[in-house]
């Protein structure tokens, strides 16, 4: 797998930076993807959602980087992974849905 297994997308809405990962996340990628995804975050902080929705392949180090962005104290991270997905099997899998709040779809903007 190469860091060209996975695309960043980001839009900045009023109030929320939206971003949209696809293809694979793994231990290839995943610090490429996190500096990608860091040069887009809002800087005051503020609402980052982030859609899994598209991701096919999520390792634990795809993990790790989401468990690290819910660390920003600035940041008020939620995660769209539908049920049934590759990313939400793992989400829930390492129990990081427990510490995240990962939702099936996106609220109404």
Do not use: C, F, K, W
């Amino acid at each position: 797998m190469t860091p060209s297994m996975a695309t960043v997308d980001v839009v900045h809405t009023s109030g929320r930076t939206i971003v949209v990962l696809r293809g694979e996340l793994d231990m290839s990628n995943a610090d490429e993807v996190g500096r990608r995804l860091r040069t887009h975050l809002p800087v005051d902080g503020g609402s980052v959602t982030i859609h899994l929705d598209e991701v096919t392949y999520l390792d634990s180090s795809g993990l790790r980087l989401l468990a690290d962005l819910a660390q920003e104290p600035s940041i008020e991270l939620l995660v769209v992974a539908p049920v049934g997905g590759s990313a939400r099997q793992a989400i829930a899998a390492s129990r990081l849905d427990q510490h995240l709040d990962v939702r099936d779809e996106a609220p109404p903007a």
